[in-house]
């Protein structure tokens, strides 16, 4: 019984130990219909000069890398940004931290391709439809929209910085925080090095009229 308390008591503190990656955490609901304006002129993203980049903490070190988005646009009407949606490669999947070590590395980036992980194999595409905008500043709104990971959609909402809206180029970023289990990303890591739930991702999106 001791034992058993003291593995107990172990659990919690590695689980304590583990913190989320830094940014705002994204409200979550379940899949709601898109009530965003489809007028207006369309923005076709440029991947080339567009980015993802997330981060995932577990207790002994952070890991970071990208993901590339494959398509996208975004919808411009009067000026402001009324829609939009994307789809993203997840066999792009990279991972940053390690580029000094090839090995480790693609032992990461195997397993967050796995079915432990994003499975690519089945679910080789994510999306990310925006559902509504909310009113904000020229330079900041709320965007909702339902991300579909692994098959599994779920409606989130974060703020957009737009650094440029000019009438041919918009710029816009986001950095949030979702929770992978809610996608059914469940895998937990190592007893000793527990993996946090939330995934960190940071958003650079250019699009050209």
Not at 21 to 28: L, M, W
Not at 48 to 73: E, M, Y
Not at 134 to 139: A, F, P, T, V
Request: hydrophobic share 35%; aromatic share 6%; charged share 25%.
């Amino acid at each position: 019984m001791k034992k058993l308390s003291l593995v107990l008591l172990s659990a919690v503190l590695f689980a304590s130990c583990t913190t989320n990656p830094k940014g705002d955490k994204a409200a979550t609901s379940d899949e709601i219909e898109a009530t965003a304006v489809s007028e207006g002129t369309t923005y076709a993203i440029d991947p080339s000069s567009s980015s993802i980049t997330w981060t995932g903490n577990k207790v002994t070190r952070a890991h970071t890398g990208t993901i590339k988005l494959s398509s996208g646009s975004v919808v411009i009407n009067e000026g402001k940004l009324t829609g939009g949606e994307f789809s993203i490669d997840m066999n792009s999947i990279e991972n940053e931290d390690l580029k000094d070590d090839e090995v480790n590395k693609g032992k990461l980036e195997g397993h967050l391709k796995s079915p432990d992980f994003f499975d690519v194999t089945s679910y080789p595409t994510s999306t990310f439809v925006i559902t509504e905008v909310s009113e904000g500043s020229s330079d900041k709104v709320d965007v909702a929209g339902n991300l579909t990971i692994r098959g599994i959609t779920k409606n989130v909402k974060f703020p957009i910085i737009i650094s440029q809206n000019t009438g041919e180029l918009f710029v816009g970023s986001a950095d949030f925080n979702i929770n992978r289990k809610d996608w059914g990303v469940a895998y937990e890591g190592m007893k000793d090095d527990l993996i946090s739930d939330e995934v960190n991702f940071k958003v650079s999106l250019t699009a050209k009229k």
